[in-house]
């Protein structure tokens, strides 16, 4: 597959492992991640989340979907992660004389 969707799957993946590096701290794999990898359980598996927007469109690969909160009928009957969902921001501009408005958006948004 070559789509949106596929790249944004890429994205999810791509920052995964990224954090997992940085947390290992260079260190390889260890038997118990090797393991339980292969049963979908941590440590291999780590318990992490990536934060979606209300109203936003990622794709509708299985990753990607979870990220989507547009439609409805796009997440009907399909089983998804429990990851964390925000309002998206509405700043005003021009940012350099709105940053207090803008900071107090960034806050509301992340409260919830």
Known sequence: MMCGSCSNENA???ICIW???KNRSGKSFNEEELT???YNKAPGCPTVSLMSFEGG???RTFG???CTHSKPIHKLDIPSFDWPIAPFP???YPLEENQRE???DDERCLAR
Do not use: D, E, T, V
Request: hydrophobic share 40%.
């Open 102 to 104: 803008n900071q107090k």
């Open 36 to 38: 339980s990898s292969m």
């Open 64 to 66: 990607a979907l979870a």
């Open 12 to 14: 999810f993946k791509a």
């Open 57 to 59: 469109f990622h794709g």
């Open 19 to 21: 954090y997992a590096n």
């Open 90 to 92: 509405r700043y005003k």
